[in-house]
Structures are given as structure tokens and as C-alpha cells.
């Protein structure tokens, strides 16, 4: 009878850890990829910077120069002038949301002044200056970027607001609106890549959003993830 007991606590104890070291790879494997996916952003947005962008603007430019100086018809120079404005501003919102070059350059709350300069409805920032972490400030910039384009689709919200503080050790993300409420965490992959996200930072995520009262989303991040 001991013989048995000692070997069942030895088979349990194998099984404990088996499973820690699985749940290991299971983070590491999670954090791998959140990391290579923020590369891959990173190195998109900067090649959307320095090329694509770079070039539609030179074009614009150009253009505007022709309509001053050659007799070509101004009608179809206006519309050309038009299309490469529209299609720059589309490009730099691409690159903003693949990796935001002001996050890399000017730190989480410039980054954060210049996705929301262009905001339909209010926003309110309230975001610490501290310099960051790069996966901290990323995990922060898109918890705030994704919440308020949900408020900006389907919310109906007419004002948001972000705080980003740290506080007893931990960055606390929090966007609140004022819209319909009823997000689905379930529906859709942005909620739940912002979950896996902040989780593999030893982080917590979650999302209150009653019908008919707003939406608050919340991440607390260890400032030693």
C-alpha cells in the first residue's frame, strides 16, 4: 500500500510538471509570435513611411505644381490631386495601424495625439509621459487604438475617453465611451488579440460593456513584463 501511494504521488508529481513546462511553451510560444508579428508591423509601417508615402506626396506635390503652370485641363488635374491626397491618407492610416512610426520616434502619448487627430467624435487623452517599454507601449497603443475605432464603428459613442497611468507597478490602459454598449468579446479577432496581447505580458484584460451604458476596456500591464 505505500509502495502504490509513494508511486501515485510520483505520477502526480511528473504530471505537475509536465504541465508547468507545457504552460511554459505555451507562453513562450505566444510571446514568439506577438513578437515577430510586432516586427513584421514595424517593418511594414516603416517601409509604407519612408516609400509609398513619401512618393505619393512628391506626386501631389507635383501636381499641384502643373495645375499652376501647364495648360492641361483643370478639371482632371483637381480629380488627380484629389485621388493621390485620398490615397496618402489611406496609406499613412495603414501604416499607423500595422506600426505606428510615432510610436517608435516620439514615444505612446505622440503617437496616441496623432491617431486621434483625425477622431470623428471627442476624445479625451490622459497618458503618462514615462518612457516605456517597446512591448508595454505597443500592447498599450493598440488596446487604445483598437477600443476607439470599436467606439467609432459601432458604438455611436460621442466621446471617449484614454487614461494611461502606472500605477503600483503596473501600466493601467482604460477607454471608456459613452455609446450603445453591447460589445461582443467573442465576435471578431480584434477584442481577443488584444486579450492573448496583454496576456502574454503577464497582463489582465477585460471588458465591461453593458447594453445601452458604454463600453469600458481595461488592461493592467506589470511594468516588469
Known amino acids: 500500500m505505500f509502495a502504490a501511494r509513494a508511486a501515485a504521488e510520483l505520477e502526480r508529481r511528473r504530471h505537475e510538471r509536465a504541465l508547468r513546462v507545457r504552460a511554459d511553451e ?9 513578437h515577430a508579428a510586432d516586427e513584421e508591423r514595424r517593418r511594414i509601417g516603416r517601409d509604407l513611411h519612408d516609400g509609398a508615402q513619401q512618393r505619393l506626396l512628391a506626386v501631389s506635390n507635383l501636381l499641384k505644381v502643373a495645375r499652376m503652370q501647364a495648360d492641361a485641363p483643370e478639371e482632371l488635374l483637381a480629380t488627380a490631386a484629389q485621388e493621390l491626397e485620398q490615397a496618402h491618407a489611406e496609406l499613412r492610416e495603414l501604416a499607423r495601424g500595422l ?11 505622440s503617437a496616441l495625439e496623432s491617431l486621434c487627430a483625425a477622431a470623428e467624435h471627442e476624445v479625451v487623452l490622459d497618458v503618462t509621459d514615462e518612457e516605456l517599454p517597446d512591448a508595454i507601449a505597443a500592447a498599450a497603443y493598440f488596446v487604445a487604438a483598437e477600443s476607439l475605432a470599436n467606439s467609432a464603428r459601432y458604438a455611436q459613442a460621442s466621446r471617449v475617453d484614454v487614461r494611461i497611468q502606472p500605477r503600483a507597478g503596473e501600466l493601467h490602459v482604460e477607454v471608456t465611451d459613452d455609446g450603445v454598449g453591447g460589445a461582443d468579446t467573442s465576435a471578431g479577432t480584434g477584442l481577443s488579440g488584444l486579450a492573448d496581447r496583454v496576456e502574454v505580458l503577464e497582463g489582465c484584460f477585460d471588458v465591461e460593456s453593458p447594453p445601452g451604458a458604454g463600453t469600458r476596456v481595461h488592461a493592467s500591464i506589470p511594468l516588469g513584463a
Open 99 to 109: 506600426h505606428p512610426v510615432a510610436l517608435s520616434e516620439r514615444g505612446l502619448r
Open 26 to 34: 505555451v507562453v513562450a510560444s505566444r510571446a514568439r509570435a506577438v
